[in-house]
């Protein structure tokens, strides 16, 4: 049996047997000296613990590997209902590791052939009719495209009135007016907060500081939770446990997504996941036509692409700018 180990000083390891496995560890290892986030590595440890568990259940190793072994891996996980992304993520991840064993093998293991992406011909107005180029040699699943509809208004309004903490309430404003992730939650100090100037400091993905003013319902429920309800303790996280024995210390994920767990259980907040507060808050701005690069960098997104992802319209977009179209259009025809 293959099993993943974590140990109080964040290192990551796989177990087979009770034995470790090496390669996987000076693996693990070199992630870590590259300075990659703790979060980073454990999605990492466990696409390895879920390949290496594939392996170990058809015999393989690593020098019997074959490309046909890995249509195969990607026909196990499109059979465990696993989402296009992260497919996608464990065969990059798995690419990455092959490659630090044999020079080039993870590539050569997941070549894409050139007819698994041949999309057909394309009409490019003054270029005429031309084939779209293979953009990837990577085998990759093909990913859906979603999208990011905003929580309506009244829903958010009713969502916060069932938080009963400062706490929980600075959490979720600012996830909807910063557009924090919960991460970045979980990251916040006490010194990255200047209420003096209304704006954070926030460490996002990949250590990328950027700064962010603070919206006033957001700045009045900081201040809130600081003054009246956080424990008076030594810890610099901004965000800490408020009940039971592990009071004053640093909150975690999980407790975040306890916040938003239990309230799902209502019909009406289904959707209200701690990342779809963080859409609502790009989305809203956009719908404000706010110019997309400062959109980018209120984000943190490290390519402008991403923040394009969520220039979608919604119907009542469509429908509005189309009534208006008519409306002119009928009234140019009644002048003539």
Known sequence: MIVLKAF??????????????????AFLATLEARGLAFTSRRAYAFDLLCFHRFTDTHHLTIDRLLPKHAIQYLLHLRSTAAAPKTINRRITAIRLYLNAQRPDLGNRIFAASSAAFYKGRRNKALLGPTRVACTSRTLR?????????????????????????????????????????????????????????????????????????????AKTALERYLDFERPHFSSIECFLVLKGKNRGAPMKPETIRKIFRYRRAIPEFKDAHPHRFRHTFCTSLIREKVPLPIVQKLMGHADIDTTLLYTHLSLEDINADYQRAMELISDDMKLR
């Open 8 to 25: 109080p000083h964040q290192r990551f390891a796989l177990f087979q047997d009770g034995r470790e496995i090496e390669s996987v560890s």
């Open 141 to 217: 699943v093909k990913m859906p495209r979603k999208l990011c509809l905003p929580i309506p208004g009244d829903v958010l309004r009713r969502f916060f009135t069932t938080l009963r903490s400062f706490r929980d309430q600075a959490i979720a404003s600012l996830m909807l007016l910063c557009g924090l992730r919960s991460i970045e939650i979980i990251n916040l100090k006490t010194y990255d907060i200047d209420l003096a100037r209304s704006e954070i400091r926030i460490l996002g993905k990949g250590g990328k500081e950027r700064f962010c003013p603070l919206a006033p319902s």
